[in-house]
């Protein structure tokens, strides 16, 4: 059994989880909003996400992704 196995959540003591998603695809969405402030507040720090195959498969993953590579903030 691993801490990241479902949705691992704020309160289990996992550093650097800052949010858990919900539905399949909301969390890439979420961390492209952490990035856009990050880079409005002058912050250089990254922001990663752990997304599973199925996610992969979500509408709303793409959609994040054509918005951040518009941005060219995927590299």
Known sequence: MTRLQGHPTTHEGLPGVRIASGSLGQGFSAAIGAALSKKLNNDDRLVFVLMGDGELQEGQVW?????????????
């Open 63 to 75: 959609e994040a992704a054509m918005f951040a590579a518009g941005k060219k903030w995927i590299i």
